[in-house]
T-cell receptor, first 113, second 117 residues
């Protein structure tokens, strides 16, 4: 079974530029999550989708971050404009439903200079 | 904000010994999960224990949960060099809080485990 796919794996941008990350979840998984992991810390939830609807985006900095999940499958996370403190690994995860384990992708390492 | 706090922050043991990591959390939970993260394989799910369970086993892993103390422990028996990684506990909110929908995880800062050959 294929795992969660993410691209790109690495991205370096200058502050105030914009960037987008892509995630393809495990086939059939209804829930999709985006997490931000800053070096030395545990992942922090940014947004959760159930199919193509947002379930929880309470921790998403909506002035600069946006995410969508079209057709309830792939998802994109965008940052515009980026700040230095956005440097982190962005992890996408999917799950068969709420209350189950989550399967994480390899992440996208973002460096903002 | 961080919900879980793992203890210790770092642990170094000899191969073959047992490793115990603890996790404390602050608010009510639905489930508690343990994940492992290393540079080679990313973040991998290890075990999920529900709030009405007290102990769970999976291979060399044993997890306990004490909801009265808001704490959990992860025991890895007969450690191997390949167990070297960071271990995180993660909790999701109780269904009464989220309406049954939101179950995004809140992670601690992790325990960095090193197995010496």
């Amino acid at each position: 079974e294929a795992g969660v796919a993410q691209s790109p794996r690495y991205k370096i941008i200058e502050k105030r530029q914009s960037v987008a990350f892509w995630c393809n979840p495990i086939s059939g998984h209804a829930t999709l999550y985006w997490y931000q992991q800053i070096l030395g810390q545990g992942p922090k939830l940014l947004i959760q989708f159930q199919n193509n609807g947002v379930v929880d985006d309470s921790q998403l900095p909506k002035d600069r971050f946006s995410a969508e999940r079209l057709k309830g499958v792939d998802s994109t996370l965008k940052i515009q404009p980026a700040k230095l403190e956005d440097s982190a690994v962005y992890l996408c995860a999917s799950g068969p439903g709420t209350g189950y384990e989550q399967y994480f992708g390899p992440g996208t390492r973002l460096t903002v200079t | 904000s961080q919900q879980g706090e793992e203890d210790p922050q770092a642990l170094s043991i000899q191969e073959g010994e047992n490793a115990t990591m603890n996790c404390s959390y602050k608010t009510s939970i639905n489930n508690l999960q343990w994940y492992r993260q290393n540079s080679g394989r990313g973040l991998v799910h290890l075990i999920l224990i529900r709030s009405n369970e007290r102990e769970k086993h999976s291979g060399r892993l044993r997890v306990t949960l004490d909801t009265s103390k808001k704490s959990s422990s992860l025991l890895i028996t007969a450690s191997r060099a390949a167990d070297t990684a960071s271990y995180f506990c993660a909790t999701d909110p109780p269904k009464s809080w989220s309406g049954g929908g939101a179950d995004g995880l809140t992670f601690g800062k992790g325990t960095h485990l090193i197995i010496q050959p």
